[in-house]
């Protein structure tokens, strides 16, 4: 009798929205739920979420997702956790409340204590030590502004009474119902405390921001069991009652940070693969196996995962806007109805017709690592029109990647025979074609683009015995579009060196001194 397929529940929880989705023992998704949630900016460049809020969303998704598959809690036999990465939640043991907002990647209120560390002289510390760049991106300065800004937050945490985690960390301790507080290496190497090269907490760093241990969570490998999350019978977070079989106690047994997840959802288990994440922002990630690269050009030396789930070292560069910028066009100029529109729209133009938008909106990430850039639409001539802009929206989020694809190339000396691409915006095909042309390289898009998703649901699934290895999971993805390039040097050239230009422009832009004094 052939046995009942197995099923893994992976919860996705992104910048702007929490999925739940559930796959089958074959990879084919099941089911899916997604609730939005509100993004708070309290001041100009400070990004929020409400964590309870953020729980609160994750939670409906599991249950819709049970609910529209008509699937019970004891039919599931493992939960991947992948979240959005170095956001930072502070809470009450006791309570199980946030102190304040969870504080999000994208905000840049802890520049002025990332300039103090620099003044410190600590840049070369942290890069060797943590693989970071000194920037208020990662999770230790915000932890540092939290504990100083929250009324009785430092007394709270002396006494502690106070713990710190990343948003899986808070899923993990909501789904346990407070027994377990725990993280990832992949996730733990994007807060800034973490050293990597001993795979502990960094004593140096946490004494520079001064933020004491007992908040931090303990560090686990990505696919191990965490603890068990308790779904009961008809809902979430039934901890108390007595479960005396398994009904309804679900093991989390896959966690990492989105990015680490996709790069092995995508199966770039082995040194010298790499994937690119087009959502919110984009983030190019290779792995580097056992060794760990030291970047000549302004990336990021990060923790991933190897084929048999081991520690591996990958490079990332991070660009902030990605889709984002096409959020923007949506949202703030209105010049779209939806990102599927820009399709439409740039499609109607064979060029931006010397136009570059460089969304240096909250600063520029790798290689450029500016704070101070800000957006720019140069070239504007009277012929430029909104096909033309919508256009450069999109091939801005393609020379980023690119000047992301070739830092790391030189750094990684590898030189990329394809690029993977997964994420909401790869469905964008005039987008894939240009990255195809301007980076000169084949942009492979699978079928499934749920990728992060998928890595976690692999993590999990091969930490309780679905899966027997990576081999058996490259059986089951399938080959999806290849893009290969179709432009001229000469003109790939010409482009490029445009954009340089343009990004020039935008740097050093939003510097205090310099602002004219508000009225
Ligand atoms: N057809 C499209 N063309 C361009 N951008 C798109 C398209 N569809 C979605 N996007 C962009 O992709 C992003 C959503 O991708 P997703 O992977 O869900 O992001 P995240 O996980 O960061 O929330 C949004 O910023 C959106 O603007
Ligand atoms: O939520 P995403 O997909 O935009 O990913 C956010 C990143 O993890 C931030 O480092």
Redesign the pocket.
């Known amino acids: 009798m052939p046995s009942s397929p197995q099923y893994v529940i992976a919860l996705?929880q992104?910048?702007?929205?929490s999925r739940a989705i559930i796959f089958d023992d074959r990879a084919q998704i099941q089911g899916c739920a997604q609730r939005e949630f509100a993004q708070i900016y309290p001041q100009t460049g400070w990004v929020e979420h409400d964590a309870m809020e953020i729980w609160a969303s994750q939670r409906a998704t599991l249950t819709e997702v049970l609910a529209k598959t008509g699937m019970s809690p004891t039919d599931i036999s493992a939960i991947g956790i992948t979240n959005?990465r170095e956001t930072t939640v502070i809470w009450n043991k006791h309570t199980g409340r946030p102190i304040y907002n969870a504080i999000v990647w994208q905000c840049r209120r802890t520049a002025e204590i990332c300039e103090q560390l620099t003044a410190d002289g600590l840049s070369d510390y942290v890069q060797e030590q943590t693989g970071l760049v000194i920037d208020a991106y990662f999770s230790g300065t915000k932890i540092k502004w939290l504990l100083d800004n929250v009324e009785g937050a430092r007394e709270q945490a002396e006494r502690g009474e106070l713990l710190f985690g990343t948003i899986d960390t808070w899923l993990i301790w909501k789904l346990t119902e407070g027994r377990v507080h725990a993280t990832d290496y992949t996730n733990a190497s994007r807060t800034m405390l973490f050293n990597i090269n001993t795979l502990t907490w960094d004593d140096k760093l946490l004494k520079a921001l001064a933020i004491p241990r007992s908040l931090l969570p303990e560090v686990k490998a990505s696919g191990e069991i965490f603890g068990y999350a308790y779904l009961g019978g008809s809902g979430i977070g039934l901890a108390d009652k007595e479960i005396s079989n398994n009904g309804g106690k679900v093991a989390i047994a896959g966690v990492a940070g989105?990015q680490q997840a996709a790069l092995f959802g995508q199966l770039c288990v082995n040194k010298g693969m790499a994937k690119n994440?087009?959502?919110?922002?984009c983030f190019l990630l290779m792995n580097t196996g056992l060794q760990k690269v030291r970047s000549q050009f302004g990336l990021l030396t990060t923790l991933a995962i190897g084929a048999q789930g081991e520690v591996n070292y990958a490079l990332e560069g991070s660009v902030f806007m990605?889709?984002?910028?096409?959020?923007w066009l949506?949202d703030e100029l209105g010049l779209i109805r939806?990102?599927?529109d820009?399709?439409y729209f740039a499609g109607k133009v064979s060029h931006t017709n010397g136009v570059y938008l460089v969304p240096a909106f909250v600063g520029l990430g790798a290689p450029y690592w500016d704070p101070y850039a800000r957006g720019t639409l140069m070239g504007l001539s009277r012929g430029a029109n909104r096909n033309h802009i919508i256009r450069a929206a999109?091939e801005a989020?393609a020379y980023q990647s690119q000047d992301v694809l070739h830092a790391m190339q030189q750094d990684a000396g590898i030189a990329l025979s394809a690029l993977k691409v997964?994420?909401?915006?790869v469905?964008?095909d005039i987008?894939m074609q240009f990255q195809a042309d301007i980076s000169d390289i084949d942009v492979v898009r699978p079928t499934l683009?749920e990728t992060?998703a998928l890595g976690a649901a692999f993590l999990a699934g091969l930490a309780v015995g679905i899966w027997q290895n990576t081999e058996q999971l490259s059986q089951m993805l399938i080959q999806g579009q290849r893009f290969t390039p179709a432009m001229r040097q000469s003109q790939r050239e010409t482009l490029y060196q445009g954009w340089k230009k343009a990004v020039t422009r935008s740097q050093h832009w939003e510097n205090t001194a310099d602002r004219p004094e508000e009225t």
Do not use: K, P
Not at 277 to 281: A, C, E, I, V
């Open positions: 996705d992104g910048t702007t929205s959005q989105d994440t087009y959502g919110t922002g990605g889709g984002a910028i096409i959020q949506r939806s990102a599927e820009t399709e999109l989020i997964d994420g909401g915006a469905a964008n987008l683009l992060t």
